[in-house]
């Protein structure tokens, strides 16, 4: 299979997600990296691209990589966006207009109105648009949302999820310029922590039970006082499927690393995992002993086998999960190019409508924290 090209917008030197990516996206051979604009400032970001070998593909600036792709004679089959969160909208939008797949990173937009629009621009010109939820890339994380559909643990009772750390602890470091714009209104819109952290422990109640999140009722703290937004949030949330949800997430927990965890519990039995003990989920059926489900064991579920890749033992981590989406992407990708429908075990991809529905679930949260806990809808207008 010829590779897929693959370009980049942000993501440059000293980035904190921007190899995450490119181990990602080169990890199985599928995309070559192509393109980039990789820095706000147009000649840092052409002298690194032109470093990591783009060549005239390196550019200047998003406008002149969407411009100078459209020129090619093969130009790019899919762009990530990895700008700060207030520039995901206006590119996203642009790329999908012009006739190219996105992999844009979360939040996908500001605003539900923006969330709603790239969904219709979505729809309408039949590009992937793609938001990178990359923690329901890992394996086990695709064995238990197998687990659940197959009906393993009967029908979902209670989803427990968290997503709590405690690195803005420190209120000495609260005016440090890369913490303070989290909890700036201007900067970050209506909700911090929620819209950093809780999201995506929401996202993964939703991707592994297969329910959606209807509505909600959010108890919002400060708890570093100067602080205008949430660094503290305890929500409720009720889904579709009749689920009961519960997600805290924190950045004040001192303590904590990286506690991205979920808990599923059914009729017939429970499922535990944890992004920081990727290679284990706990399975206790009904009146049945503990059982630890190890990745890359024997006779998994389709989806935990496709996306396994090393022999049982040895670590998996985050970067080979964000292998998984974008291997789910190019899948998508070919199976369009071909005219043929898409692996099941590879039509995993979050999509727009996954971060539309973030979206309109982080307004609810910041409404519900001012009006001391008030449920409220959940769901994006377009899906009421």
Not at 169 to 185: E, S
Not at 350 to 372: H, I, N, T, Y
């Amino acid at each position: 299979m010829t590779k897929l090209q693959w370009g980049m917008i942000g993501g440059g030197d000293g980035s904190q997600i921007g190899p995450a990516h490119r181990l990602g996206a080169g990890l199985d051979g599928l995309f070559e990296f192509t393109a980039g604009a990789l820095d706000h400032r147009p000649d840092e970001g052409i002298a690194y691209g032109r470093r990591l070998g783009l060549g005239d593909r390196a550019y200047g600036s998003w406008q002149d990589m969407l411009a100078g792709e459209k020129k090619q004679d093969n130009p790019i089959d899919l762009v990530t966006v990895a700008t700060p969160n207030s520039t995901h909208f206006e590119i996203t939008k642009a790329f999908l207009e012009g006739g190219f797949h996105v992999l844009c990173e979360k939040p996908m937009t500001m605003t539900v109105e923006e969330g709603e629009e790239i969904v219709k621009i979505a729809q309408a010109t039949g590009n992937i648009c793609a938001v990178n939820y990359g923690y329901s890339g890992y394996s086990l994380v695709r064995h238990m949302k197998a687990m659940i559909a197959r009906g393993d643990l009967g029908k979902i009772r209670l989803v427990n999820a968290e997503f709590a750390h405690g690195h803005h602890a420190d209120a000495a470091d609260a005016d440090n310029p890369r913490v303070r714009w989290r909890y700036d209104p201007a900067q970050a819109g209506v909700s911090a922590q929620f819209a950093d952290c809780g999201i995506h422990a929401l996202h993964m109640a939703s991707f592994v039970t297969g329910q959606d999140v209807t509505k909600l009722s959010a108890d919002t703290v400060s708890c570093i006082d100067v602080r205008v937004l949430e660094d503290d949030a305890m929500v409720n949330f009720r889904m579709d499927g009749g689920a009961v949800g519960r997600l805290w997430t924190s950045s004040i927990a001192i303590g904590r690393q990286h506690g991205l965890g979920i808990q599923v519990f059914g009729e017939k039995g429970g499922l535990r995992w944890s992004q920081e003990q990727p290679n284990q989920l706990y399975y206790m059926p009904l009146g049945e002993r503990l059982q630890i489900i190890e990745r890359g064991e024997a006779n998994l579920s389709p989806e935990a086998d496709r996306t396994s890749r090393v022999t049982i033992g040895h670590a998996e981590g985050m970067p080979l999960a964000f292998a998984n989406i974008y291997a789910d992407l190019a899948e998508a990708i070919q199976a369009r190019k071909e005219g043929r429908s898409i692996d099941p075990a590879a039509d995993l991809y979050p999509r727009a409508e996954d971060g539309l529905r973030s979206m309109a679930a982080v307004f609810a949260v910041a409404q519900s924290g001012k009006d001391d806990g008030i449920w409220c809808d959940a769901r994006p207008p377009m899906f009421r």
